[in-house]
């Protein structure tokens, strides 16, 4: 039998945490979305995403939240 390993699952996923550092650097939503090649609704789908998980109500309260938690640095 295998053991499972004491692995954390991250809570972002990768362009979650993607788009929440750009975030901190003051970026758009129109800007991320052009760095990304993503459009600016799914930009903001994942930073709802983000804030749904967190529990949260804003996009300020979010990146707090995960410089808390360990998530994001700044």
Known sequence: MKER??????LLTNRERE????????????????????SEKTVRNHIS???????VKGRSQAVVELVRLGELKI
Do not use: S
């Open 19 to 38: 788009v929440f550092e750009l975030l901190v650097q003051d970026k758009t939503t129109k800007e991320i979305a052009r760095q990304l090649f993503i």
């Open 49 to 55: 995403n983000v804030m749904q998980k967190l529990g």
């Open 5 to 10: 390993g004491t692995t954390k699952k991250p």
